[in-house]
């Protein structure tokens, strides 16, 4: 048995480091300062928010001046995006706000008010220095307590870094969202 310790420390090493370093997807704190938005509802529901299968991928990528995706050496993103990017929009929308917001499933026996669909269609950080974030969300309301709408977002985030690095990619990703995230409250509040 103390034979194989020594294989198992290598391979538990090598399972450890091959996977190179992890970013999570994570906007900016608001400031203390700031006071949540006023909305016209209480309750949101956000549900899991759609990115395009090449978004998926656990490796970040950069779009080359060719316009392939290529992974970005040695980063990874902490997280299923998708779960990340829902997680991290209903935290910032919650803390926000004056209503109170949860990802799918709804954990209350009340239903929410609304419900809140995102859906990106792009999200490509490019050679040029530029993150692209591009979609639309949709507002539901079962009850009829606010107007239903959907609304189309294009936000374009400088990285801040030349070349690109990770933790610059990463960063740009939570400023884009903050972005969203921003815009989806102003929505709400008219």
Do not use: K
């Not at 909305?39 to 060719?66: G, K, W």
């Not at 997280?79 to 799918?104: F, H, K, M, W, Y």
């Not at 220095?129 to 936000?155: K, N, T, W, Y």
Request: proline residues 7%; glycine residues 6%; aromatic residues 4%.
């Amino acid at each position: 048995m103390t034979r194989f310790l020594p294989i198992l420390a290598l391979t538990a090493l090598a399972a450890c480091s091959g996977d190179g370093l992890r970013y999570p997807v994570e906007t900016a704190p608001a400031s203390s300062t700031s006071v949540p938005m006023r909305l016209r509802v209480s309750t949101i529901e956000l549900r899991d928010v759609v990115l395009p299968a090449y978004a998926e991928d656990s490796q970040m990528q950069l779009r080359n001046a060719d316009g392939a995706l290529v992974a970005v050496e040695g980063a990874q993103w902490a997280a299923p995006t998708a779960q990340a990017i829902t997680a991290e929009l209903a935290r910032g929308l919650d803390l926000g706000s004056t209503a109170s917001v949860a990802a799918e499933p709804w954990p209350l026996s009340e239903p929410a008010q609304v419900r809140l669909s995102v859906r990106i269609d792009r999200m490509l950080a490019g050679a040029d220095g530029q993150l692209q974030l591009g979609g639309q969300f949709a507002v539901s309301s079962p009850d009829l307590v606010m107007r239903e709408f959907i609304e189309r977002f294009d936000i374009a985030v400088p990285i801040a870094a030349d070349p690109v690095t990770a933790p610059a990619l990463a960063a740009a990703h939570g400023a884009a969202l903050a972005q969203l995230r921003d815009r989806i409250l102003t929505r709400l509040s008219r």
